[in-house]
């Protein structure tokens, strides 16, 4: 991404004055490795993001309207068909094809990329999985990121900023952005029968300017730039005609003080003008890629249970609520959470007259309480047979054991073992063999069992709104993968199929 890192420092007063048109489509290289439709605004205005040429790009209009404006050098941008990639930043792009002119039907950039038909909330079934670990880091997901560093220290993303030479931190956050999660995935997700991804993006990712907020601006030690791989990986979802849910998973401050949020510990994002900035990044966010997405979440898993936030929370999902629309207008879909307080505490909240197109993320998992680990097989399987959640289980897996490695924390073990408090005198409920890491060894009982678990939690998620499981891929932990159960065939090609029909008759 050498060549968009560049752009700060790009002059502004070099292309020439009759290379390109307003109103005049073309297609921008936004990355080395992408290129999207855009219509050029103004050759030469100054740029306060990049410092360069302005070129609108509207992302396919998919709602009829800019969604997006991508300030690009002047020679980043082509006329003619799409060009080809992956493309090194430092290719020249002023080839033969930039002086084709296109004609105004094949290279108008509201039909280089078909919309997708507009998903029925409410009506059809959200079917989807979470990419987890891609542009927000989680110790567990990624392990060999976090034990290449030889740095113990080294907790989360903010440590991983902050403890790290920044060069070395950004090249390895490249390449992970580059490579955990790559167009194939999408195809592979389409294929499997899915029609939704959740994305996950910390507030760092967030390349808000000072247009947008009186607050700072500086996300230090976090590591920026993964906003251009979000942005490529939006393009994929549309080309694969998948739905995308965006949800800021970290925020200033932390929501929640898991190394999920970006940083474990406490969590503050209730104190100072925490609230406030992250206000202002929603409204960039609904700003910028409004149109690029189908549902914004607000914030993922605040922890409605800590008093500050709790105080705190509900006003927040309403001025939130009401950036969005002021900002994106009534089509981009709204998501909240439950805030660790339970589905029935928001009865009644920003619904009809006052709200609309407003849905409830639920996270279920079995693995974080003694109480919990302590089912039986069957016990996992009826306590979801007895819910009645109307709203989206926007994140859930087949674990039924918190054994991956360090699910509770780089360093941290496991209650299952008894290696999470060791002497603590809690239950313990035996050995983690078997039960996580490598499904090649795995016994058949466990793998049916998984498979009558996945039904049952897909039969409880499709009675009401829909699912999105947790995660797509983990490096060593196959009972949260979707990607290795459609491998192992505890999870079905199409996940319509059931081998267990009334199991939660």
């Known amino acids: 991404m050498q060549g968009d890192q560049q752009r700060t420092s790009a002059p502004a007063a070099e292309a020439p004055s009759h290379r390109y048109q307003v109103n005049q489509p073309v297609y921008v290289r936004y990355s080395p490795y992408t290129w999207v439709p855009g219509t050029v605004v103004q050759e030469s205005a100054f740029s306060v993001l990049f410092q360069c040429y302005v070129v609108v790009v509207d992302y396919y209009e998919p709602r009829g309207s800019v969604a997006r404006r991508c300030f690009v050098e002047a020679d980043q941008a082509r006329l003619g068909t799409t060009p080809q990639a992956p493309l090194s930043a430092g290719s020249d792009t002023t080839s033969s094809s930039s002086s084709q002119q296109p004609s105004q039907t094949a290279t108008s950039s509201s039909s280089a990329v078909p919309s997708p038909t507009p998903f029925n909330y409410g009506k059809d079934t959200i079917r989807g999985v979470n990419l987890g670990g891609w542009f ?241 097989e069957d016990d996992h399987i009826n306590a979801y047979a007895e819910s009645n959640l109307y709203t989206v289980s926007g994140e859930w897996s087949n674990a039924i054991t918190d054994c991956a490695q360090w699910l509770n924390g780089r360093g941290i073990g496991a209650r299952w073992d008894g290696t999470y408090q060791s002497g603590s005198g809690q239950q313990v409920f035996g050995s983690c063999d078997g039960y996580t890491g490598d499904s090649s060894t795995w016994s058949d009982e466990y793998k049916t069992f998984l498979r009558k678990y996945w039904e049952s939690q897909v039969a409880i998620g499709e009675a009401v709104q829909g699912w999105i499981f947790w995660t797509w891929k983990a490096e060593n932990a196959d009972e949260w993968s979707y990607q290795k159960g459609l491998d192992g065939g505890w999870i079905p090609q199409d996940p319509t199929d059931r081998m267990y029909p009334d199991i939660c008759s």
């Open 136 to 376: 927000v880091l989680e110790p567990w997901i990624t392990p060999s990121i976090f034990e290449s560093t030889n740095n113990s220290d080294i907790i989360d993303e903010y440590t991983f900023g902050q403890l790290l030479d920044s060069d070395y931190a950004l090249d390895v956050l490249q390449n992970h952005w580059d490579t955990w999660i790559t167009e194939d995935d999408f195809v592979a997700i389409k294929a499997a029968g899915l029609n939704h991804v959740r994305m996950q993006i910390g507030y760092w990712s967030v390349p808000i300017t000072s247009e947008y907020t009186n607050y700072t601006t500086s996300v230090s030690p976090y590591v920026a730039g993964a906003w251009p791989y979000l942005l490529r990986a939006l393009g994929w979802a549309r080309e694969h005609s998948i739905h995308v849910i965006l949800d800021l998973h970290g925020a200033p401050g932390s929501q929640n003080g898991y190394d999920n949020s970006g940083r474990r510990g406490s969590a503050n994002w209730a104190q100072g003008s925490n609230v406030n900035r992250t206000l202002d990044i929603i409204r960039f966010i609904a700003d910028q890629i409004g149109g690029m997405i189908d549902v914004l979440e607000l914030l993922n898993e605040p922890a409605g249970y800590q008093n500050d936030i709790h105080g705190v929370i509900g006003n927040y999902w309403q001025d939130a609520y009401q950036v969005v629309r002021d900002v994106a207008g009534a089509s981009l879909k709204v998501m909240i959470g439950d805030a660790f307080l339970g589905v029935g505490n928001w009865d009644g909240f920003l619904t009809a007259p006052s709200a609309q197109g407003v849905l409830m993320d639920y996270h279920e998992y079995q693995v974080f309480n003694y109480n919990q680990l302590g089912f039986s």
